[in-house]
């Protein structure tokens, strides 16, 4: 067999530094990267990237930072397998090997100027964490931001700090609920479907973006359809295994759809009649 | 360029002689009773001319089993993408095998490119060999239109009598053949001959399945997420076979290997199936495609409805193997008929 | 540093252990990155201050549930090695018996000397950090695990039958010979060691992850199997997996 090798493909990897790094929970860690060329990640909210731990393997992992913000990308990766453990070993200064941003590029021109309701489930929070901080960068261009969060338990609530900024300072509703509560929890216990019906739409003009466990879509998209929210306005973000990022693998398959380049986003009308996608 | 060309039967050997001198030749040989497999080939008389389609399809020389796409360092951390390729000559591919080669080369130009495979794919000469009748039971060419050769080769040989007719499909099939100097030129009474194959092929091949080709796509709607899969499937083992012999399935695992000093490795792809339990199982342990019987709807309509929306293709090559290599004799004549028995279209 | 390994074994052949012996040159490498102080086989040593510990056999004497704790203490990690160790291998067969009636079967009158017990995978006992899976394990695979204990990451035992990795060899089935073979519902990991050379597979390795039991059963009784031999043949090697799969389904 002979060997012969070529500069770039869609499988070589750009180094980037780890800037900062902190954990946010136990196994939860959040990592601050910049590429060692200098030069910017050219991503959208909601895109993804391949993160490589050469000799134990690789990973998707969404992008949780703002565009609109310069210089550095962030990932905050939960320990799940042995790549994203071995990740978790990574302190700042290390070098990371990364491929993409992968997926699909959704037109964030449709959201513009719209009402949003963001609904997250758990750690749906870290993509969604994109869309909400590029919306509050450019907040003039939005109306009514409401940003609904569900988790377990209150210890899970990532983001803490952000989330006051987000409610304080950028005008921006933040309501939660946990399904377990501690002593100290104040606020609504119950599934993230309970924080809907309460909630005040404009139709016409809200646009909804979910992010979430498997098992929670079915619920939020009937609640927020029941809001009288368009099929068209509900974008949905959703997760499946991925290997190749590139079309190809099948691994991420969902019906007519390759998840890691048609998606991860999608529309809600684009999807309600796939088998297999909620 | 000349097209048509004939080589005498006894010049056959001569021929691959003279392959043999330009570059590596892999051709059918027998494994077993019914089993074949392409393999490299020293001993010319090793070559089954005639054969059942080969365990494994010549996709593995496209796409290997398994393949290094990039190489790194960990203390350099230097990485490299690599391309593994032979030159190679495959001699005796199948009419049905052909289209498979076509429907993988469908899916790897399609950008991203996959630029491994398709470098490869430049490394090798394809010359086909006409199947002039049915292999087995198993095959549903006929139905598939695959039964006849029209293009992915560089030489195509149609057996006859005494003599092979060549058609030339690339130039490159056209240097080999006049470099060669074995070849006639083929004469109208050879073209007869031909035409008259055809005709006697049209009379053979005959839909094995009870809908016609449009349909087999409107099947696969109607009957995706309803009853009609009933049963079929509970005899799956999920074993993967099915996808492993398939020559237009391409999933593929990614995974690292490391010396044991930690310090050289490589990253490689090797075939993967939707059948297997982990295809679909996210790191958070939900399985998307947890139940047998959905990865093998699954497999359905991967061959007869998501690419012929994509590239207007049935990835179905007829060739059979699925059905002829199920242990649990899961065939996929029986299952269509069935599916069209159930569903009124 | 290099860390430390120690060899144990319980109720087995020691085949296993024979594999890592018969290395050859590898052997070598592998003693760049590892030290050996313990392994009864091919060394008079025995270091009791270990990193790593080895275990090859399966639990089957209170005595050695008391011995495998003790390892456990004082391990960083464990390692279940080989069939006996991994699902409880061919020595679990005994527990599709009473225990009275297979003890009276293998010591007659001498049963009430013999202290014994269910047969245990290692799992069952204490907690497992890897599994080298196989009757014997496949030397490959081992390095391979070796590999992942060196990087402190997991290693995943591939979801996957032994059909898949026979196919990419592309040997001839055996049930096109008119054989029967366990390779569809047996975990992949070995490379169809067995098929490659000739021989079927016994389903060493154990079940796949949610392994169509039944729907194998039909298989081997459409080849002509009695189904009293299917389920010999397949409790072979899986009676622990069986025990565990019906104890999830409980749940």
Known sequence: ??????????????????????????????????????????????????VSMCGVGEVPISISSTPTRKGFFELVIRKAGKVTSDIHSLK?????????????????????????????????????????DFVLDNRRDFGKV????????????????????????????????VDKADPKWKGNV?????????????????????????????????????????????????????????GKCGHCQIGNYYCCQDGPVFFYHEIKNNWEAL | MQRYYVLNKNKLINFLSFIQSRSKLAAPVKKGEKSYAFEYITDLEKIALHYLPTILP?????????????????????????????????????????????????????????????????????????????????????????FIPSSGYDILFTEFDTYFLIHIGTTKGSEIVNESRLFDVAQKEHFDELNKLRKRKEEIFKPEINASYDE???????????????????????????????????????????????????????????????????AGGENFREERKNRQVHRYMRKFKYPVDKYNMYFCTGCGRCSRACVAKISLKETMNLLSERIKL | MKPKVAFFDFACCEGCQLQV??????????????????????????????????????????????????IREKAKIVIAYGACACTGGINAMKNNFEMPEIMHYVYKDDAKYFDTIPTKAVDQVVKVDYYVHGCPVYPKEFVDVLKCVLQGVEYKVPEKSVCTECKLNENECMFDKGLTCMGPITKAGCNSWCINNGNICFGCRGFVENPAKNAAIEVLKDHGLNPELIIKKINMYNTVLDEKLKKKGEE
């Open chain 1, 1 to 50: 067999m002979n060997k012969k090798t070529i500069k770039h493909s869609s499988y070589t990897l750009k180094p980037a530094h780890i800037i900062e790094t902190k954990y946010l929970t136990d196994d939860i860690k959040y990592f601050k990267l910049r590429f060692t060329d200098g030069t910017d990640l050219d991503y959208t909210p909601g895109q993804f990237v391949m």
């Open chain 1, 92 to 132: 700042t200064g290390d070098k990371i090997g990364i491929r993409g941003p992968m997926g699909r590029k959704i037109p964030l021109s449709t959201i513009e100027g719209k009402d949003l309701i963001f609904v997250a489930g758990g750690l749906g929070i870290v993509p969604l964490r994109s869309f909400i």
């Open chain 1, 146 to 177: 409401e940003i609904l969060l569900g988790c377990k338990t209150p210890e899970e609530i990532l983001f803490k700090d952000e989330i006051k900024d987000w409610e304080e300072t950028l005008n921006v509703e933040f309501n939660c609920t």
């Open chain 1, 190 to 246: 119950g599934l993230i479907t309970s924080l809907i019906p309460s909630i005040f739409v404009y139709p016409e003009r809200t646009y909804a973006i979910v992010c979430g466990p498997p098992i929670m879509y079915k619920f939020v998209i009937k609640a927020l359809l029941e809001k009288g929210i368009k099929e068209d306005h509900i974008i949905l973000s959703l997760e499946r295994h991925m290997k190749c990022g590139v």
């Open chain 2, 58 to 146: 010549v996709k593995k020389y496209f796409l290997p089993q398994r393949e290094t796409l990039i190489e790194f360092n960990k203390k350099t951390r230097k990485t490299t993408h690599v391309i593994e390729f032979e030159e190679l000559t495959l001699f005796g591919v199948h009419t049905c095998d052909l289209v498979g080669m076509q429907c993988l080369n469908a899916v790897m130009v399609e950008d991203p490119k996959d630029i491994n495979y398709l470098e490869r794919k430049n490394k090798l000469t394809v010359i086909a060999f006409e199947c002039n009748s049915y292999c087995d039971e198993h095959a549903t060419c006929g139905i598939m239109r695959t």
């Open chain 2, 216 to 282: 087999l796509k409107k099947l696969m709607e109607r009957a995706c997420c309803t009853g009609a899969w009933e049963g079929i499937f509970d005899k799956c083992l999920s074993c993967g076979t099915c996808t492993n012999v398939c020559p237009t399935c391409y999933c593929f695992d990614i995974n690292d290997d490391i010396d044991l000093n930690l310090l050289n490795g490589c990253r490689m792809r090797t075939w993967d199936s939707c059948q297997n339990e982990g295809f679909a199982k996210v």
């Open chain 3, 21 to 70: 012996a018969n290395f050859g040159e590898e052997l070598l490498d592998i003693l760049e990155v590892v030290d050996v102080v313990n392994f009864r086989e091919v060394m008079s040593e025995n270091g009791e201050d270990y990193d790593i510990a080895i275990i090859e056999g399966s639990i089957t004497n209170q005595h050695a549930v008391e011995r495998i704790k003790k």
